[in-house]
């Protein structure tokens, strides 16, 4: 390749490295890593989990179909119910009024209110069919229902609340 040519996608390459530092660190003040699930109340300190972490925990699975996958698919992972409390967050599932806020690495938001977590679910999937799962494909972290269980869970509220790309659980009082 042409020096010039290279250098002009090298000085283009760390302008977008530097342009996106910049606005991660004005919109959020905590940094979101792929790969690493942070888990906290708002204006704290988050804890954060990694696969190893996550996997240390009591996994729960199923299996289900969604409507974004073709066919049925074994999901293992951690309860949000396991998160919040190995978070130091378990008191918080006894408060009424209290709401989890998830955030996507594209800082795609939902919320669910705490009432409406279980012991066993939802789920944060950290494997499909046993296989961790690459951001490409909606991972490393997907919380989800076991669609196929009841109707209860395939309700357009509860597809909502199914985040892909997981980076973060925050819990608003």
């Known amino acids: 390749m042409n020096q010039a040519i290279k250098s002009a996608l090298t000085g283009l390459a760390m302008a977008t ?3 996106y530092a910049s606005s991660t660190e004005l919109q959020d003040p ?3 890593e792929p790969g690493v699930l942070q888990v906290g109340q708002a204006d704290e300190e988050f804890v954060s989990f990694d696969l190893e972490a996550l996997d240390a925990l009591p996994q729960v699975s199923f299996e289900t179909s969604t409507i974004w996958t073709d066919g049925s698919s074994l999901y293992s992972g951690v309860s ?10 378990g ?25 409406d977590i279980g012991d066993e679910l ?7 069919d046993g296989e961790t799962v690459s951001i490409r494909e909606k991972g490393p972290y997907w919380l989800i229902y076991p669609f196929d269980r009841a ?3 395939r309700t357009e509220e509860t597809y909502k609340r199914s985040i892909w790309q997981l980076a973060q659980m925050i819990v608003l009082e």
């Open 17 to 19: 490295v530097a342009t």
């Open 30 to 32: 905590f940094y979101v």
């Open 80 to 89: 949000v119910a396991t998160l919040l409390e190995e978070a130091g967050m």
């Open 91 to 115: 008191e918080m599932m006894e408060q009424s009024g209290a709401t989890l806020e998830l955030v996507a690495l594209n800082d795609y938001r939902v919320q669910i209110p705490i009432e």
């Open 122 to 128: 939802p789920i944060v999937a950290t494997r499909i």
């Open 151 to 153: 109707a209860e869970y």
